[in-house]
């Protein structure tokens, strides 16, 4: 019985990241259609694009509402990483200390 659940695990935890990958893929070129016709990458809105460069190094054509969006997102992010290694550091310490 542990054995089928642990094949299951690691299979559904392989399996997240191909999802995520054809996910990502999938809005890419997506996105990428909307900008080539002078539309925002993310609603697919007309009018006054900004670029946003993205984390791979392209840049793409954002409406403001989406362009604050992607900068919320960022900051909120941002925080989540803080958190999580100042969790990590204090979890070492305390477990250092033991």
Partial sequence: MEIAVGFFVIAALGAFPVIALVVQVY???????????????????????????????????????????????????????VVVIAAVLVGWVVLSQG
């Fill in 27 to 81: 809005r890419d070129s997506r996105g990428k259609k909307r900008n080539l016709a002078m539309r925002c990458y993310a609603c697919d809105s007309n009018g006054y694009l900004f670029p946003v460069p993205h984390y791979k190094g392209d840049t793409f054509l954002y409406c403001l509402s989406c362009v604050e969006s992607q900068h919320k997102s960022r900051r909120v992010l941002g925080y989540v990483a």
